[in-house]
């Protein structure tokens, strides 16, 4: 049941534990001597042949001598369980699979393998061959006779001969190129143009997909499809392992780390800048500067500096979503360091919070007076034998009032669940688009730096409180910056 606004009650029906009817199986693998694979569902066999039903309606007879093994299920179904096996960060696994996925013409699921190959490993020579990259080459150094110092005169206003324009300009973009490169370094966040454009490729499908489920939950006020939600579920995972690698070194960096490295970028800046004029000067092309926004916003993030919010509206697209997911990361931090959550409290904490970051929410913090009102409304509801946001109990008739007893004075929503564990309260949740409203609603930072309609928001909760009594308890809550906990950086209208 969800509970949401401030005083008024929404009834819905009563969520169950969600059952699954597996459909049966319409497909077959079947595996051939010399590395051929037939898919069909196979309708006859014998000691000697098998008669395979193709997908188009002809049947095909195989010899058994020929058959090495034969897989059930539909490929769709078997290329989801062999990428779940997958160990963490294995290109060549990656890239295996992606040839199978060649093989029975799963040809988007292949693309997806190769590029995953090729972000984890940038020198996976098989995986670019396969995309059509060449291999990366750094750019040329400036000649002898153009160097940085003949650049950074013509930044401090020296003459410019014509005939020499021309070397000018190549020199001072193979030096802005050098400086952008040492900048993201110092951050960590070492990407090739290859990987950036599987980046960008990835994070466009994701905006896609989960701007649909949005406004599907939020503006159509009906819940999304499992079908709708799996897509969106696998272009963020792909963003996630394409991140990985680049945010792995910034993510390990202490406070103190971050910190100097930041004081370093701050000299190289203004190295960068001297490029920059320089170029300007000349008439070229400056292009795009929001690495080195990127790369100072989130050395700025992680060494707990306040000023990276100004930095946000510098940033678009997949940059941006790579500093969500920095500050991300620091809020799921600190939620592991609280000690108090149960194990059941503690995973639907990290399902609810899994779920918002699929959707391009940040993740909430916990706050102990929330879930002390949410464990307390889930040993009242065991105790007293009902399953209701509403109570019995004079002054905790409503969460608001639950909540206002732990002396949390912002707003909240609840949802409740009962007949499961966490995992199958999450997937009921999602389920409705009530729940899912109460659940997903939140500042969204890509829909605010793009100055899009902010109507697939819902409420911008920062908190969240659980408790778990054979029912489950989640409370999300507004609570200032004063308190504690997080404030979303200032939209870009």
Known sequence: MCWAGWGRVLRCAILTAVVFACAVCSADIIYLQGGGVIVGRIVDRDEECLVVLMRGGARVTVSLERVVKVEEGEPEEIYKRKAAHIRSGDADAHFRLGLWCEKVRLLEQARDEFEKALVLDPNHQDARRKLGFLTASEPASPSMGIGEKAVEKVALGGAVEGQRRKELVSAAKVLLRRRRREILRLAGLTLDEATRRIIARWHKRWEKARLAVLHKVFVEKQPASKQELAAVRHAYNCLC????????????????????????????????????????????????????????????????????????????????????????????????????????????????????????????????????????????????????????????????DRARMERFHGKVGENIFKGGGPEEALLAWLASDDHSRNMLGGWDPLVAADNESAEITGRCWNVLGVGADEAFVALFGVRKHKGGGYVAPPSCR
């Open 241 to 400: 392992i394409a991140f990985s690698r680049g945010l792995k070194t910034l993510l390990s960096m202490t406070r103190e780390e971050a910190q100097k490295r930041l004081s370093e970028l701050r000299r190289m800046k203004k190295r960068y800048e001297v490029a920059v004029k320089a170029l300007k000067v000349l008439g070229g092309d400056v292009g795009c500067d929001e690495d080195v926004a990127l790369a100072e916003a989130a050395l700025l993030l992680v060494s707990g500096a306040e000023r990276a919010k100004e930095l946000w509206c510098r940033l678009r697209g997949w940059r941006l979503q790579m500093l969500v997911e920095v500050m991300a990361e620091r809020i799921e931090e600190e939620n592991k360091a609280v000690t108090w959550l149960s194990r059941e409290e503690r995973l639907l904490v990290e399902l609810i919070n899994r779920a918002r970051r699929m959707m391009g929410r940040l993740p909430l913090v916990v706050d102990e007076r929330l879930c002390r009102a949410a464990r307390a409304h889930a040993r009242e509801m065991r105790r007293l034998g009902y399953f209701s946001h509403i109570s019995p109990t004079e002054g905790r008739a409503t969460p608001l």
